[in-house]
């Protein structure tokens, strides 16, 4: 029974090792992939951006950035 609930997560470990003790690692330490030390270190081995923008300038949904304000007369 209680390998029943662990089989998910065995089986996602052998299909990605690596992915999958990186994010158990940065979960049991509790980093956050946007912060600075993490963030910059994913960006040089990645080669591009990662993590949300502080913006909120995102160009995958066409401009509408979540709730927006509106104002009634």
């Known amino acids: 029974m209680?390998?029943?609930e662990?089989?998910?997560v065995?089986?996602?470990l052998a299909r990605h090792p690596v992915a999958f003790m990186?994010?158990?690692v940065s979960g049991l330490f509790?980093?956050?992939l946007s912060?600075?030390?993490v963030k910059s270190w994913l960006e040089r081995q990645s080669g591009h951006a990662?993590?949300?923008n502080a913006d909120g300038d995102s160009h995958?949904?066409?401009g509408s950035s979540g709730p927006q304000t509106i104002s009634i007369e």
């Open 2 to 4: 209680f390998f029943d």
């Open 35 to 37: 912060d600075d030390p």
């Open 50 to 52: 990662v993590g949300s």
């Open 22 to 24: 990186g994010g158990f």
């Open 10 to 12: 065995v089986a996602e």
């Open 6 to 8: 662990l089989s998910p």
């Open 30 to 32: 509790r980093l956050n």
């Open 60 to 62: 995958s949904n066409n």
